[in-house]
């Protein structure tokens, strides 16, 4: 570990402070394993583990199935076509990792792809086929070949959400516990992460509520709600990212935040994701004066990597003065039912996807960075495994290829959970509860809570989005950190109230990490450090303890020879 690369006087508040019941009070729910979310990793990791003989109870913040997993799309990343092979998987994605991928990592992911693949199959994953009966499979941005399974055309997500879900509801060892919001993990006397506080317990109820268990698994996802655009449901707010830093963990490349390039961006309407498959079926994108411009900045095009066509997208708007560009299907044959999904939607809105182009824009899509862990989520705390969007173990690097979220969430479940199944879980606990709470005092202020989110997304989108510099993250640093300091003895312990606190010290990491990379790689963009520089071809880490928060710098542990730089970089 490289010396501290800053660092800052830190002691993160949790909303258990505000609790204001005494924790002996409270109901206890025990189990072998808890499971904190329930998209793709979360309930794979469970009935992974289920069918190992543990008990495992999943609890989510809203129903089992709002999760990201659900509004995916582009599909499931696998080498399992004719010509394929998870090693032409693998560079593939080390080649679009901007230098941080980590060799071990990928490969073991992709080799591993088929299997798991087999395993959705098996229990009844419906995959768009070809005529022939074999599986159609698409090609999308940094794929050299088509690899990419669907369903419907771009309901995969929404596909494998329900089938994950219908195997958990029926399997008898896992208890589902929906409406239930994680506050904070706790710990045993020798620092084991033993169990979460939460409010709630799957019946409505406000109540705070203890539950233990032998293992935590992290797989909430990312925080997309820090910012003003993204594709995330309204649930992704940090809070796995939030609960592992205020417990100690270590969490990796904050900074790199992915945006997907293409979002429905009409007045009123959600940033609806228009997956890379129909960019891959043909789908250009032009500005307003009909004019295509992605070939002149990438040979691949419109199916340049993810980091590259956002940049375009956002130059291309600042050029031309605009609030969005277009993506013209007319080239797409039969667009309509290619793609029944997109069209449904778009005509809701008055537009007819096989004759006029749909206004898109980049919007927050994916959190590259997260907790620190290895290939099976064990994260530098013992006891707690993060998995998923939520954790960070290198596969992606510095930039994460379309697809294979839905695979990194799926293959890693499957390792989390025999990884927790295989080891020994009876051994005395000596439990320790968290301090006694203190109610909310009356300083004759109140908070306005939607107001500081809406604060929070405005300021992370305009300092902290595509396009960054040292002074608007400087800025932000130091106006998040005014607001964590008030929201602390202000904000109210309820949902709503855990949710800004979570939101906020997510976004303080994400702002002083970025500010501390000082160059631009995959997704993290600096127009002040244009260029990456090979000194930091390196992890970030960041951790806080004895009030005293800091970032350091870890070299890439499996490195692949470094790829020939990308084609030009639009600021």
């Given at each position: 570990m490289a010396d501290p690369v800053a660092t800052a006087p830190l002691r993160p508040c949790s909303p258990l402070v505000r609790c204001g019941q005494l924790p002996r009070s409270l109901?206890?729910?025990?189990?072998?394993?808890?499971v904190v979310g329930s998209g793709i990793a979360g309930l794979t990791a469970a009935l992974t583990a289920a069918e190992e003989g543990l008990h495992v109870m999943v609890l989510c913040k809203g129903r089992l199935d709002e999760t990201n997993t659900r509004y995916a799309q582009g599909g499931l990343a696998a080498a399992i076509g004719p010509g394929d092979h998870p090693k032409f998987h693998a560079g593939d994605t080390i080649q679009v990792g901007?230098?941080?991928?980590?060799?071990?990592v990928v490969e073991a992911i992709t080799a591993d792809a088929p299997g798991a693949v087999e395993w959705l199959l098996g229990l009844g994953m419906r995959v768009d086929r070809d005529e022939t009966g074999s599986v159609a499979l698409s090609r999308e941005g940094g794929h050299k070949i088509a690899r990419i399974l669907h369903c419907d055309g771009t309901a995969t997500g929404l596909e494998i959400q329900r089938v994950l879900e219908v195997a958990a509801r029926s399997h008898p060892r896992i208890d589902?516990?929906?409406?239930?919001?994680?506050?904070?993990?706790?710990?045993?006397?020798e620092g084991r992460v033993g169990g979460v506080a939460a409010i709630g317990n799957g019946s409505g109820s406000e109540r705070p509520v203890l539950y233990e268990s032998a293992a935590v698994v992290l797989a909430s996802g990312g925080g997309g709600q820090i910012y003003r655009e993204t594709t995330n449901p309204e649930l992704a707010t940090g809070d796995g990212l939030a609960m592992a830093w205020r417990a100690g963990a270590e969490l990796q490349d904050l900074e790199f935040v992915q945006f997907h390039p293409t979002t429905l961006y009409l007045a009123g309407a959600a940033r609806f994701l228009i997956s890379e498959v129909v960019r891959g079926a043909g789908a250009r994108?032009?500005?307003?004066?009909?004019?295509?411009?992605?070939?002149?900045?990438?040979?691949?095009?419109?199916l340049a990597p993810r980091d590259v066509v956002s940049r375009s997208i956002f130059r291309r708007m600042i050029e031309i003065g605009d609030t969005h560009v277009y993506l013209d299907l007319s080239a797409v044959p039969d667009a309509p039912r290619?793609?029944?999904?997109?069209?449904?939607?778009?005509?809701?809105?008055?537009?007819?996807?096989?004759?006029?182009?749909?206004?898109?824009?980049?919007?927050?899509?994916?959190?590259?960075?997260?907790?620190?862990?290895?290939?099976?989520?064990?994260?530098?705390?013992e006891g707690l495994w993060a998995i998923g969007e939520c954790g960070s173990n290198g596969f992606h690097g510095a930039n994460r290829m379309g697809s294979n979220s839905l695979l990194e969430g799926l293959v890693q479940g499957r390792l989390a959970g025999r990884d927790i199944a295989g080891r020994d879980l009876s051994r005395p606990r000596r439990f320790l509860l968290p301090a006694p709470g203190r109610a909310p005092e009356d300083h004759g202020a109140a908070l306005n809570l939607a107001d500081m989110t809406y604060?929070?997304?405005?300021?992370?989108?305009?300092?902290?989005g595509i396009v960054r510099d040292g002074d608007g993250l400087r800025d932000a640093v130091e106006r998040i950190s005014a607001w964590e300091g008030y929201l602390a003895r202000l904000g109210p312990f309820s949902r709503a109230g855990v949710e800004i606190v979570n939101m906020v010290?997510?976004?303080?990491?994400?702002?002083?990490?970025?500010?501390?990379?000082?160059?631009?790689?995959?997704?993290h963009f600096r127009a002040d450090f244009p260029d990456?520089?090979?000194?930091?071809?390196?992890?970030?880490r960041v951790r806080q303890a004895d009030g005293v928060a800091e970032i350091t710098t870890r070299p890439v542990a499996s490195p692949a020879p470094v790829p020939p730089p990308s084609a030009s970089r639009p600021a």
């Open positions: 109901p206890v729910f025990r189990c072998d394993l808890l901007g230098g941080l991928s980590e060799t071990d589902l516990f929906e409406q239930t919001t994680v506050v904070d993990l706790l710990k045993d006397a994108l032009i500005d307003r004066h009909g004019r295509r411009f992605m070939p002149e900045i990438h040979p691949d095009a419109e290619r793609f029944p999904s997109l069209a449904r939607i778009a005509r809701v809105f008055g537009i007819d996807i096989g004759r006029e182009p749909l206004p898109v824009r980049p919007a927050v899509h994916y959190f590259i960075g997260g907790v620190a862990c290895d290939l099976r989520g064990r994260t530098s705390l604060s929070l997304k405005s300021l992370m989108w305009r300092q902290a010290q997510v976004a303080r990491l994400i702002a002083w990490c970025a500010l501390a990379r000082e160059e631009s790689r995959g997704a990456s520089k090979p000194g930091l071809r390196v992890h970030s």
